[in-house]
């Protein structure tokens, strides 16, 4: 009887730990990032990078379309064969409409950055709902199709509205992990030598097509990029492009040897798909008041 109880016991411990370490996997940092999984199968839905195996990288421009000078950029663009995403403001597309016509045509991801940049995390649902749905549906009256991707202004977002603003509108939310502060104006030179500098496999690069100082940096930064053979892709192709994070190769069991069969995948498996956004960002938003 006590062994049969013992043995019980020990079945269920085994049972469990699989799915203890599963639970961990699945939240690693903050759990609030996670939507339920009733709604999509995404694994997570707030992104600063993503995990690729080649060296593929993202540029974003936000805040435009600009009248002026993100044609100039859609022409270096084309002239390097690059596509890009670019999260606009309802009002700025309201005032340059053949701009991100012209941008869509080109191959580039349209992604929306709300109506007209408020502080979303300190606003009422229905106001943030407003926010998006207005710009949602200018897109989607000019280019034919609905962005899949938003970008909250100043990277602000509550914890509530990380879920509910993903199931509403089907977004998942793109943050950035390199963030030249271009908008502070430092110069081309600066915006080139922080981005190339910072840049990874993986990496979403910010910056601002409304300053004409970002346009400037463009042409030695994409240079530069490919000169260190990155890849460039939108935001979309960068999140297909995902590979799993190598729960097991990078494993470190010299370090951890004492917890043998549970410490590995709970120590290297999870943190980078949905840490580094929450590092990354939160550094980045608390510095920088103005993306
Ligand atoms: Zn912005």
Known sequence: ?????????????????????????????????RARPAGTAVPHLVYSDVHVDEPYVALTFDD????????KLLDLLASRHIKA?????????????????????EGHEIANHSWSHPQLNRMSDEGVRSQLKRTDDLIKSLIGIRPTLFRPPYGALTSRQKKWIPEEFGYKIILWDVDPLDWKEPGPATVTNRIVKNTRPGSIVLSHDIHRGTIEAMPATIDQLLAKHYKFVTVSELIGLATPEPPKPPRKPVASGTAPTAS??????????????????AATTTATPNH
């Open 1 to 33: 009887m006590l062994v049969s109880r013992r043995f019980a016991l020990i079945f269920l411990l085994l049972a469990a730990g699989p799915t203890i370490l599963v639970g961990e996997n699945s939240s690693p940092g903050p759990a609030p990032e």
């Open 64 to 71: 435009g379309p600009h009248a002026t000078l993100t044609p």
């Open 85 to 105: 995403t670019f999260f606009v403001l309802g009002e700025c597309v309201e005032q340059n409409p053949q701009v991100l016509q012209r941008a869509a045509r």
């Open 264 to 281: 590995p995948p709970a120590t290297t498996g999870m943190s980078p798909a949905a840490s580094p956004p929450t590092a990354a960002s």
